[in-house]
């Protein structure tokens, strides 16, 4: 069951900075955010992952309202290749992983 | 490092007939795995997961079944295939205790 709403599709111009929301406003204290992509006909990708305070590694940067009921994934150059469908996702460390439908991003040059 | 082999990659097979998807992992020991669905243009579904050998989860009743007869090795099988079998089967893991999981290439099955 998932327990995240994302918009359903979203575009970006190539270069510039995508911005991808979640809601996960029963997130419990324990849970974590993660960040998932699937590029068409393929497996899912791990992004990033957060419990409480701001990440940031090499695809992505992950921000966590301070109530941890919303999180925003910002791609800070978005290129063609970063058009995929992103999934946001609330779980406890070593436990199954729900997705929702999440967000169709497209990239356009 | 770690690599997850799932196969075969597309799979054709008619209805009625049974169903086995081999899933497994190297590089780990005592990983969680999971079997997932997706239909075109929809969300993964979380079919099976599993935490050690013979230990199996359920998250949705339908015809098909899982089986873990190795650390490292995940089945997905089914004995009558139905036509809404068709789909995008994807199997999966993660450390235990651990945070992300990686996720196979996927096996598309359709059933004729």
């Known amino acids: 069951d998932a327990k995240t709403t994302q918009p359903p599709s979203m575009d970006c111009a190539e270069g510039r900075a995508a911005n991808l929301p979640c809601n996960h406003s029963t997130i419990s204290g324990n849970e974590y955010v993660y960040w998932y992509r699937q590029i068409h006909s393929q497996g899912p990708q791990y992004i990033i992952h957060?419990?409480?305070n701001n990440e940031t590694n090499e695809m992505a940067s992950l921000i966590i309202t301070e109530d941890r009921k919303s999180s925003t994934l910002i791609l800070p150059h978005a290129t063609l290749r970063d058009t995929a469908v992103y999934y946001c996702?609330?779980?406890?460390?070593?436990?199954?992983?729900?997705f929702g439908t999440g967000t169709s991003l497209t990239v356009i040059p | 490092s770690q690599t997850i082999h799932q196969w075969p990659a597309t799979l054709v097979q008619p209805v009625g007939s049974p169903l086995s998807l081999e899933c497994t992992v190297e590089g780990t020991s005592n990983p969680n795995l999971y079997w997932y669905r997706q239909a075109a243009g929809r969300g993964l579904q979380l079919l099976f997961y599993s935490v050690g050998i013979g230990q199996i989860s359920s998250e949705v009743p339908q015809n098909l079944s899982a089986s873990r007869p190795q650390d490292r090795q995940f089945i997905l099988s089914s004995k009558k295939l139905l036509l809404s079998d068709s789909s995008f089967y994807l199997c999966?893991?993660?450390?235990?205790?651990?945070?992300?999981?990686?996720f196979g290439q996927g096996t598309r099955l359709t059933v004729v």
């Open positions: 957060g419990l409480k």
């Open positions: 999966a893991w993660s450390v235990r205790d651990g945070t992300e999981a990686f």
């Open positions: 996702i609330v779980s406890l460390t070593g436990n199954q992983f729900y």
